[in-house]
């Protein structure tokens, strides 16, 4: 199990509110439900992106290889949780991510990622585009590690 970087890593902090559907029956919001979070955070992170680039997604984007999650403390609803959210590392064709959930600055969980950029045509990864990377230093506290290109 890990411990949770600070909130103050995080340049980005997405909010979000538990709702009735997110418990199970222990009473606690479900540990599924944290991978919808890092999700809801990692979309928002990138909406701009998505906006501005009609071909999103449809030509080429990111898509989601690998996630992980370490689980800190039981969160119960109805909660307040902040997804601080952010790019740890650039490769050449894909991106580690890092979440920190946190509920009254105390750390609940931890998610981690990996994004590969994705040409969705041609079923294949492409390098992460310069204005892509140029996204990511522009809006990172802690800028993140950078394989060479």
């Known amino acids: 199990m890990s411990t949770a970087p600070p909130v103050d890593d995080f340049a980005f902090v997405y909010r979000l509110a538990t709702r009735w559907s997110d418990l199970d029956l222990l009473g606690h919001v479900n540990n599924s439900r944290f991978f919808s979070f890092d999700e809801s955070a990692r979309l928002e992170y990138f909406a701009a992106l998505m906006r501005d680039d009609a ?66 045509e041609q079923q294949k990864p492409l390098p992460v585009p310069d204005a892509v990377r140029a996204m990511i230093r522009a809006r990172e506290r802690l800028a993140p590690d950078e394989a060479a290109t």
């Open 55 to 120: 071909t999103f997604w449809k030509k080429s984007g990111f898509i989601l290889a690998r996630i992980e999650c370490d689980f800190l403390a039981q969160l119960h609803h109805p909660a307040q949780l902040d997804v601080g959210f952010r790019i740890a590392r650039i490769g050449r064709s894909s991106m580690n991510t890092l979440a920190g959930m946190f509920v009254d600055g105390r750390a609940v969980a931890v998610s981690r990622g990996v994004l590969v950029w994705f040409d969705y």
